[in-house]
């Protein structure tokens, strides 16, 4: 076991770089403050800073100017997905560490890492945290409890604590270890075709969801020859759901199509609801 | 005043549940985990003594919320002001599921927007002192500016309205509950069972990337419509058509060079566009 006062890294000229608890603090401080202080305007901008103000008191003790310059370049506008995004904040450890111990860094590339990587890892951490994996783990966790056992919120907190503060703390760690490195192996094209698969997953989940959670029935009556009878019954037996998918469809339609906004078709929803039921559909 | 003790407790985790909130477990412990409304039912069942019903108006209105969105701190709804308030207030009054959802999205997209972009346009002030501050080296600064008056700002804003809403609005929405015309009650059951699509819809647009991949969502619709299978099994045959999909495209990509496909890709979706 590495102690925790060692660096991590041995570097050649003995210089002692950071080691596991300051790495830790850098990650601890970035998930705990990431959001505090968010505007439209800045964002996680000073998140970035308030993870680095134990770093800037230990390496820039005596160097008043350098550790202002570390804390305002960390200051400038950032915005990314704050869980996968870690790796950014372990490549810029990378890089801070070697500014630091003065190795031949520009200054300048941390903020430019940062300004080049937030927005790609932004899109890849999106699609895969609140696209895929917390859907699907949302889903499960719905069917469990979907007599009201206690069950189901249980399972999707212990799941998704476990795999959330996984990613979140492995892809830090990853991007210290690799540097730009990381980068190539992230967006590569072997990741990105285990990423369109992990997709696949998410598709055929939200397809459970569309039969599972829109639950829409007309309370038309049709005559049965000389009785009347329901017309969902019919409905029922021919294709279950058929209502549910198509107000899904029109609705994924309205939104990815028509590219209305979320509030919008919203409102067309509700007015399509509301207008059904007075004329006596559903 | 009976619910003064639920209505802490949901004003407390309308805090602690918030994008924006300290957690020990940061955003994975707040947002994604006390934010969302499946865990809010089992907290605020527990609040009100009732896990059962609490837990079923989660699930009600988490499949609503099942796409909630932040993307660029931008939000389509305040998910944890829906969910503790929504929920909060239908467990004030009649448990209903299909009102909690009818509450959650009236005081997620009403209500909890406005609060939220408060903030988000208030907070630029606190930024600039926090940026003078890092200017100057000022560490201790930065923590006042960036985590400290922040927090208590949030916190006002997230516990105050949540706490006062369930406290007083009970006769109200009771009242209405009580009061309302047949039809009425019936939109509402209607409303409860036809906005989870707006969700559903919201992660389409994610996930499919190409009109194609609809197929996957026609295969899950179906394991579930027609082969009545529940969700955990599809969860597992949908991983194994996964795997079987990257072992397809694998074997693909090792057998077509790449610049080939992707200017085939291109020419498609040119002609798809009109």
């Given amino acids: 076991m590495a102690n925790n006062e060692e660096p991590l890294v041995k570097r050649a000229d003995g210089k002692k770089g950071l080691t596991k608890h300051d790495l830790n603090q850098l990650w601890y401080r970035w998930n705990f403050g990431w959001f505090s202080s968010s505007s439209y305007e800045k964002l996680e901008s000073h998140g970035f800073a308030w993870s680095y103000i134990p770093f800037a008191e230990k390496f820039y003790k005596n160097d008043p100017e350098g550790k202002a310059r570390l804390l305002t370049r960390h200051s400038q506008f950032y915005n990314t997905e704050p869980q996968v995004g870690t790796v950014i904040n372990g490549i810029v450890a990378a890089l801070e560490e070697g500014i630091a111990l003065g190795d031949d860094i520009p200054e300048e590339m941390p903020t430019s890492v940062k300004t080049a990587l937030m927005g790609p890892l932004a899109g890849l951490g999106d699609s895969v945290i609140q696209g895929i994996i917390v859907p699907t783990l949302l889903s499960i966790g719905m069917s469990l409890a979907s007599n009201g056992s206690p069950a189901g919120p249980i399972f999707y907190i212990i799941s998704w604590l476990v795999i959330g503060v996984a990613v979140s703390y492995g892809m830090f760690r990853y991007g210290y270890k690799m540097g730009l490195g990381a980068i190539d192996t992230l967006v590569g094209e072997k990741s990105m075709r285990l990423m369109d698969a992990i997709n696949v997953l998410g598709i055929i989940v939200v397809g459970t969801l569309a039969a599972g959670k829109v639950a829409v029935s007309t309370v038309v009556q049709i005559p049965y020859g000389t009785e009347m009878g329901a017309l969902q019954d019919t409905l029922d037996g021919v294709f279950p759901g058929l209502l549910a998918l198509i107000v899904t469809m029109v609705t994924w339609w309205m939104l990815n199509k028509k590219q209305w906004s979320a509030t919008k078709v919203l409102l067309v929803l509700t007015a399509a609801v509301i207008v059904l039921c007075c004329i006596g559909f559903l | ?274």
């Fill in chain 2, 1 to 274: 005043m009976s619910n003064f003790f639920p209505a802490l407790i949901c004003g407390l985790f309308c805090y602690l549940g918030a994008i924006e909130a300290f957690n020990p477990v940061g955003t994975t412990g707040s947002f994604y985990c006390l934010g969302r409304p499946l865990v809010a039912g089992l907290i605020v069942g527990l609040a009100f003594g009732d896990v059962t019903n609490g837990i079923l108006c989660g699930v009600a209105v988490q499949a609503v919320f099942i796409a909630n969105l932040s993307t660029g701190g931008a939000t389509n709804s305040e998910i944890t002001y829906a969910s503790y308030g929504g929920i909060g207030l239908a467990m004030a009054s009649t448990k209903d599921p299909a009102l909690a959802v009818t509450l959650a999205v009236l005081v997620g997209n009403t209500f909890g927007l406005i609060f939220y972009n408060l903030r988000m346009a208030f907070y630029s002030v606190f930024n600039n002192k926090a940026l003078e501050a890092a200017e100057k080296g000022d560490g201790h600064g930065i923590t006042i500016w960036h985590m400290i008056v922040p927090q208590i700002c949030t916190f006002l804003l997230r516990f105050v309205p949540t706490f006062a809403a369930i406290l007083l609005g009970e006769g109200l929405v009771n009242t209405l509950a009580a009061n309302a015309p047949e039809l009425i009650t019936h939109i509402i059951g209607v409303l409860g069972g036809v906005l989870p699509a707006l969700g559903i819809g919201m992660l389409m647009n994610i996930v499919i990337k190409d009109k194609i991949q609809l197929v996957f969502f026609f295969f899950g619709f179906v394991l579930l419509a027609f082969g009545k299978l529940d969700t955990i099994p599809v969860v597992f045959i949908a991983a194994v058509v996964a795997y079987i999909y990257y072992l397809a495209t694998s074997k693909a990509a090792a057998a077509a060079p790449a610049g080939s496909t992707q200017s085939a890709d291109a020419a498609y979706e040119d002609a798809d566009l009109f």
